[in-house]
C-alpha cells in the first residue's frame, strides 16, 4: 500500500499522476465512464458531472476551463468519432490476444 500512497505526497494539493493525451481524449473517456453510471458516491445515488470531473481533474493534474464546450468540440469533430475510445479497444483487444 505504501507504493500507492507515494503518489500522494503529503502536505500537497496535489497527486504525482498527469494525464498523458489531450483534453478530448480525457472527455470522450470519463464522460462515457459517468454516462453509463458505473460510478456514483456512498452517500448518495449520483454525484454530479462537475463533482465527478473535479475529482478526476485534481487526481490527474489537468484542468479544463469549460467541460460541456470541451465536449461540445468532441461530438463535433469532423474526424472520425471517438478515437480514443477505439484505440482503447484496439489495446484492449491486443492485450487479451497475448494470453497474459
Do not use: H
Not at 470522450?28 to 448518495?44: H, T
Not at 482503447?88 to 487479451?96: P, T
Amino acid at each position: 500500500m505504501s507504493g500507492q500512497l507515494s503518489l500522494f505526497p503529503k502536505g500537497s494539493g496535489l497527486t504525482l499522476i498527469q494525464w498523458q493525451r489531450d483534453k478530448v481524449a480525457f472527455i470522450e473517456l470519463f464522460v462515457s465512464v459517468y454516462e453509463s453510471n458505473a460510478i456514483r458516491g456512498l452517500d448518495k445515488p449520483k454525484i454530479t458531472k462537475k463533482e465527478f470531473f473535479g475529482l478526476l481533474m485534481w487526481f490527474f493534474n489537468i484542468q479544463i476551463g469549460n467541460i460541456d464546450s470541451t465536449l461540445q468540440a468532441a461530438k463535433n469533430r469532423k474526424i472520425e468519432q471517438k478515437p480514443y475510445l477505439k484505440e482503447l479497444m484496439d489495446v484492449f483487444d491486443n492485450y487479451c490476444a497475448k494470453g497474459l
